[in-house]
């Protein structure tokens, strides 16, 4: 196999709490390319972004994961998250006393890779590119330098996560259900993010449930994970039919690679 | 000269009256088998200034000290050494009473660098009188390398109305340290009132703040960040009672213990003249490493229906997986995500102050702490 | 011992209101006054025909009760007159006479809540009669076919001595305070029972209407076995008001829960204002095992009770809800404890109090996570509900953590009725003690699911009759 700019997730069985979820999944997400997955609740999809962003709460049994040819399977989550690899949270969790702008200094630091001190600003552009992005995301500034989701809505945790994309750049994004607790306006908000993160070659895994995501952004390509694996995968087609039928028409589909 | 008495063996540590089974949290008797005649200086951790441009006070363990205060004959008002042992017989070691007053409409910042004995016990008493429509900032910095002697403060406050005051209290003890401290805040109407600590480390250090409202719409507002290293120990209690209308009273207090021993006391009292009050005690304690002992104990003293609100709040437990998780996905390593949280709590406190220095410490202090974070 | 120069200071300043906000002020220690005589325990030993082993536990604990001292961490008791106390000791004396020795109020009560007439007698202490009655002996016969022992204290002390020895006081060990050492000295009634292996008691056992003459005394000492795999739950008391004719009752429950069983013991009381009620709650939890532990208190004077449970085995769980009402001047000082020692612990502690018409609520807890409990998880929460000017509510939790991967959580809210709260019930033509009563149902009603229907529809009329009225009860 020659060395491409992808994410592969190989075969990739996976547990929490001692039961199994993931049976063999098999992704290949390209850079520059929009991969939505879906699938009923309960059938793995935020277990899959945990795993690959390396939660200690996902134990992997078998499989790899690559990203650019390297194989960061065995890899602490923050060594992930500086080879390019970034999650947004489904639930995103309550941090009181750290402010948002502390953590991302602290992140853009570290990406950098030399500092003085992790929590200091040495970039003047950073905080005028914190600001932008929070009003991209439709936040006012203020969350700058409020504790971090601390008594945020549903939805402000999910344009949090989403300015923090926008902040963080990385190559590739997961992203669960960033559409979830959001009005159209944010919907707005959050298609046109993944469309420039398309334009800037990025590689996005959109986690989704619901179908009215792909009304403010087109999917390069559709799959479902059903029983702990991928079963099927297409176009728009695909969408349609799990809208008009659900998810049961699954039952007995065998597991599918997908790749670009 | 304060009068002493021959009874003061009679006088207990601290009078327990909670339950049969509890007997008190300070560690009473090493503070006083290290009390005695003061020996020597101890190294100071702190060298730089943490309030520029503000008054300089030094306070030495022989008792003197050097700057703009007034100095007076020894009298406590808000003290009693029928209270317990070691305060009767700190109270009855004061060679003189430091005076500090802001006159109304006057606004005076003061630093008070608390230079600590090699060994024995060194005592001072400062009192604080802040006129109407004033203010004051008072930083009481105390910090020594290997100490093993007893220094010791009271510090009491009469905050006029419309004035505000606001004292950072800090103490960076290594391992040996004893140093004990007691402040108390009187506010009248319209007073705020803040409080910061932080504490760190020492084999016990204790720091004790209560401040009292009357009169309406005061505020007040404690803020403590503790950190106990092994074979530490941090001893903390916040106060508040309040009896004044309108008012907010909020306590938080952080705490990082990485194998040492960790205390904390806060008592919120809310009485009858507390009218349409907010009252509100938050306390989170975090163990790092093995070996910590942590207590909490918020208490709560509703009389009548008449605050808004009163609750408090306490957690003890390990840093929360979660939260190590979300930092680790923005790329940082578990002792970066445990410097994000520790300074970020430091800060808060440190707000206003100069507090590079400070924070410069706990960094230091930060990368000397047991390495794995997950026990 | 004065401090020179406090009048100088004066100024502007009143510092003395200033200084008392500081000092502290302090209880004076409980007066005991009369003494327990040795032969006065030997007697009581002696009319219950008592093997040796109790009697020398007896005398060793009155030995302990001596030297302890006068707890000084409760309030709300000056004196306790002992000589008055032992006037009850004796079987019949706690017993009214006739309908008639009932104080007014109570009747009025009982007439309300249309009880049937056995409950009312037995309620009011005159008769305990219905052990007899077809209802309960179905249930009584459904035990004797599980082999389950649920007997008189007494009858166990003599029938099977070695269960007894091997528990009794050993849960709660008189030494611990003052208290405890005067009920062993002085036990008298209370109930045994015993759940074999495996054996699994689907209904709640209502205790009272089974063995109301062993309930109805004041020193009465309940033990409670549940052997491994066993489940049982077992209801003490009874929200409807009780009229007592004794002031002093200091009761012991002490329940062991053996490998993988279930306990659950609920107490509602509700007893006559003259009562100063002191109860001495523990269990042992084994591996696997959970205790459930539901206090509900709305009568009596003063109560003190702190249900607790060491959670010894591994894997081991409690819950501990408390329900106190303080409607008058009366004081509830009620907790919990729990006590991790295994690993993988569990704890729910729930504690809701309403004060009212000058009524004082004391919470005092304490979790205590032992080193080597590893990953006990515990979360309490306390709310009060104050509901006037003169009532107060106070909470005292102490958490005590040794152990590094241990979670405790603990929350507090005092709150209150608002004035928008009232009216907006009373605008849909609810008087103010009718919207009282429907909110103190609402605050209470997360902790009520667990209850048995027709307990619960019983406090449900309790609660309404208290607050409807203005002066309440008491």
């Known amino acids: 196999m020659f060395y491409t700019l992808t994410l592969q997730i190989e075969d990739l069985y996976a547990e929490i709490g001692g039961k199994a979820v993931l049976r063999g999944v098999n992704i290949e997400l390209k850079r520059g390319e929009v991969l939505a997955l879906m699938g009923p609740n309960g059938s793995g999809k935020t277990t899959l972004a945990n795993a690959v962003a390396g939660s200690p709460s996902v134990i992997v049994k078998r499989g790899k994961i690559v990203v650019d040819g390297e194989d960061i399977t065995g890899l602490p989550p923050e060594e992930r998250s500086l080879h390019g690899v970034l999650l947004l949270f489904q639930q995103p969790p309550e941090i009181p006393g750290v402010k948002l702008s502390t953590l991302m200094i602290a992140a853009y630091n570290k990406r950098r890779g030399s500092y003085a001190d992790l929590l200091k600003a040495t970039d003047p552009s950073l905080f005028s590119k914190m600001r932008s992005s929070l009003y991209a995301a439709g936040l006012n500034e203020d969350f700058l330098f409020r504790d971090l989701n601390v008594g945020f809505s549903g939805g402000e945790r999910k344009r949090l996560e989403l300015a923090q994309a926008m902040i963080l750049g990385s190559k590739y994004l997961l992203m669960d259900e960033p559409d979830s607790g959001l009005d159209v306006e944010g919907l707005k908000a959050v298609g046109s993010f993944i469309e420039d993160a398309r334009k800037e070659g990025r590689g996005v895994l959109l986690i989704t449930h619901y179908t009215r995501l792909f009304s403010a952004v087109r999917p390069d390509r559709i799959a479902i994970l059903f029983g702990g694996k991928v079963v099927v995968e297409g176009g728009l087609e695909v969408a349609e039919r799990v809208e008009k039928e659900g998810y049961s028409w699954l039952e007995g589909q065998e597991a599918k690679r997908v790749e670009g | 000269m304060l009068e002493g008495s021959a009874d003061i063996k009679d006088v207990p540590y601290q009078r327990v009256r909670d339950s049969p089974t509890l007997k008190f949290y300070s560690s009473w008797e090493k503070y006083e088998s290290g009390m005695g005649e003061p020996v020597g200086i101890a190294n100071p951790i702190i060298n730089e200034r943490t309030l520029r441009g503000a008054e300089l006070v030094e306070l030495r363990p022989d008792g003197s000290y050097r700057g703009s205060l007034e100095e007076e004959s020894p009298s406590a008002d808000l003290f009693s050494v029928t209270e317990g042992r070691i305060l009767a017989k700190h109270l009855m070691s004061l060679k003189s009473s430091l005076k500090l007053k802001v006159n109304d409409g006057e606004n005076r910042r003061v630093e008070i660098i608390y230079l600590a004995p090699e060994a024995g016990s060194s005592h001072h008493h400062i009192r604080i009188d802040v006129g109407r429509g004033s203010s004051a900032e008072i930083a009481l910095i105390s910090s020594a390398r290997s100490s093993a002697g007893v220094p010791i403060t009271t510090m009491e406050a009469f905050v006029g109305e419309g004035s505000k005051l606001r004292i950072w209290r800090v103490s960076v003890f290594e391992r040996e340290g004893l140093p004990i401290s007691w402040l108390r805040v009187s506010g009248r109407g319209a007073s705020e009132v803040e409080v910061r600590n932080v504490l760190l480390g020492g084999g016990a250090s204790f720091a004790s703040d209560e401040i009292s409202l009357i009169g309406s719409k005061s505020a007040a507002k404690m803020n403590s960040f503790l950190m106990a290293m092994e074979g530490e120990k941090v001893d903390h209690l916040t106060n508040i009672s309040n009896n004044s209308p309108g008012s907010n009273a909020s306590i938080f207090v952080n705490g990082f213990n990485f194998g040492g021993v960790l205390v904390h006391r806060g008592k919120l009292k809310v009485t009858r003249e507390a009218l349409e009050s907010e009252n509100k005690l938050s306390s989170i304690f975090y163990r790092i490493g093995s070996g910590s002992k942590t207590y909490s104990v918020p208490s709560l003293e509703v009389e009548g229906d008449f605050a808004v609100s009163a609750s408090h709040e306490t957690s003890v437990s390990p840093l929360p997986e979660i939260v190590l998780f979300y930092m680790k996905s923005r790329g940082l390593n578990e002792r970066e995500s445990l410097e994000v949280m520790v300074r970020s709590s430091l800060s808060k406190v440190l707000e206003g102050m100069d507090g590079d220095a400070i924070e410069k410490v706990i960094s230091e202090i930060l990368l000397r702490a047991p390495s794995g974070i997950s026990p | 011992m004065k401090v020179e120069g406090k009048a100088e200071l004066l100024d502007t300043i009143s510092s003395s209101s200033e200084a008392a906000a500081f000092s502290p002020r302090y209880e004076k220690a409980i007066e005991i006054r009369g ?32 030297k302890l001292p006068a707890p000084n961490w409760l309030s709300g008791v ?43 007698r037995a309620l009011a202490g005159i008769s305990f009669q219905f052990e007899s009655e077809t209802v309960y002996l179905g249930v009584k016969r459904m035990l004797e076919e599980k082999k389950v022992i649920m007997v008189p204290m007494e009858e166990a002390v003599i029938r099977y001595p070695d269960m007894v020895k091997q528990y009794f006081s050993k849960v709660f060990p008189y030494a611990e305070h003052k208290f405890a050492a005067l009920h062993t000295a002085l036990w008298s009634g209370g109930v045994f029972v015993y759940v074999p292996k495996g054996v699994r008691i689907p209904q709640p056992i209502e205790a009272f209407f089974f063995m109301a003459s062993a ?16 489940e049982l739950q077992f209801i003490e008391g009874c929200s409807a008001p009780m009229y007592k004719r004794y ?24 007893w006559s204002g003259n009562v100063i009620n002191f109860n001495n709650k523990r269990a042992v939890a084994e591996g696997g095992a959970s205790v459930e532990w539901l206090e509900g208190s709305v009568g009596s004077k003063v109560t003190y009770v702190y249900p607790s449970t060491i959670l010894k085995g591994n894997d081991s769980s409690t819950s501990i809800y408390t329900i106190t009402i303080s409607n008058g001047k009366k004081l509830k000082d009620t907790g919990a404890k729990v006590i991790a020692i295994g690993k ?34 515990v979360a309490s929460s306390c709310d009060s509900l104050i509901l006037d000017g003169s009532s107060s509510s106070y909470t005292y939790p102490h958490n005590q953590v040794e152990e590094d991967t241990a979670s405790i959580t603990h929350e507090a809210r005092t709150g209150r009725i608002s004035e928008e709260q009232l009216f907006y019930m009373r605008s849909r033509g609810l008087s103010e003690g009718e919207a009282k009563s429907l909110m103190v149902l609402g605050f209470m009603e997360d902790v009520l699911i667990d209850i048995p229907f027709e307990m619960a529809s019983v406090l449900n009329s309790v609660v309404q009759l208290e607050f409807s009225k203005l002066g309440g009860m008491g």
């Open chain 3, 35 to 66: 003494k327990v005589d040795r032969s006065l325990v030997e007697e009581i030993s002696r009319e219950k025909r008592e093997p040796e082993w109790m009697l020398r536990l007896r005398l060793k604990a009155l030995e302990s009760y001596n």
């Open chain 3, 78 to 120: 000056d004196e306790l007159d002992l000589d008055e106390l032992i006037h009850y000791l004796k079987p019949d004396a706690a017993l009214a006479r006739s309908w008639d020795d009932i104080p007014e109020d109570i009747r009025r009560v009982y007439e309300s809540l249309k009880l049937p007439e056995a409950e009312k």
């Open chain 3, 215 to 230: 309930l109805e005394g004041q020193f009465e000492h309940t033990l409670l076995i549940a052997d491994e795999g066993s």
């Open chain 3, 247 to 270: 002031s002093f009752h200091d009761g012991m429950v002490e329940i062991y829960a053996h490998k993988g069983s279930k306990v659950k013991f609920v107490t509602l009381q509700n």
């Open chain 3, 344 to 377: 993988n612990a569990r704890a729910k502690l729930v504690s809701k109090s309403i004060s009212a018409n000058g009524g004082k609520n004391v919470y005092r807890g304490l979790v205590r996570i032992n080193k080597g409990a590893m990953n006990a998880v």
